[in-house]
Structure formats: C-alpha cells, structure tokens
C-alpha cells in the first residue's frame, strides 16, 4: 500500500492559480493510473482529471482547459495546475492511485488539500 501525501491548497481568489502536489512513498510509475479526485460539501466525489503510466490524460469537462496534470516519475509525484479558478472549484482535493490486478482496480488516498476559491 502506498502513501500518498497532498500539498499546494489554500484560499485564492477567482482567476488565480495553484499548483497541487502528490507526493508517493513508492514508485508511481508501477500504478495502472494516478488521478485528482474532489468533493465539494454536499457533492460526491468526482474525478478531475487522470494521467495513466503511458501519459495519457483525460478531465472533467468542467476543468478542461483549465487544469492540467502531470507526473514525474523521477520524483514520484504527481501534479495539478489549476488555472482560471472559479468559486465552484472549492472543494477538497484527493490525489489517487490506482492499480489493476486480474482486471480489478484497487485504489490508494491521500488525505485531501482544501482549495477555496474565494475574493
């Protein structure tokens, strides 16, 4: 099981930008795929946007555009740009990690990062 640990949250205004980090405890490039996920209050959990171990990508299409995430596998982390934020991306963001054994995804945490997108 590995560790995943968010940073890079915060309160910023509309139009602003941050960057998020995930970092792992073990390689990231053994994972099927690694992912930002949110719940804002009230709301399920959604995707944000993936990367797999080939690098490809895929985002909400409220966030395309917007956001882009990355990885650097030397570093096992994985990161979210977030640009042109708006009110409505306030949430707790969730770094995922996701791996498939015998067709069956089994998926790892991190503890969440608060984004407020607030004037």
């Known amino acids: 099981q590995v560790q995943l640990v968010e940073s890079g949250g915060g309160l910023v205004q509309p139009g602003g930008s941050l960057r998020l980090s995930c970092a792992a405890s073990?390689?990231?490039?053994?994972?099927?795929?690694m992912g930002w996920y949110r719940q804002a209050p009230g709301k399920q959990r959604e995707l944000v946007a993936g990367i797999t171990s080939g690098g490809s990508t895929n985002y909400a299409d409220s966030v395309k555009g917007r956001f882009t995430i990355s990885r650097d596998n030397a570093k096992n982390t994985v990161y979210l740009q977030m640009n042109s934020l708006k009110p409505e991306d306030t949430a707790v963001y969730y770094c995922?990690?996701?791996?498939?054994?015998?067709?069956?995804?089994?998926?790892?945490w991190g503890q969440g990062t608060q984004v407020t997108v607030s004037s």
């Open positions: 073990g390689s990231i490039s053994s994972f099927y795929a």
């Open positions: 995922n990690a996701r791996t498939v054994v015998w067709s069956r995804p089994y998926d790892d």
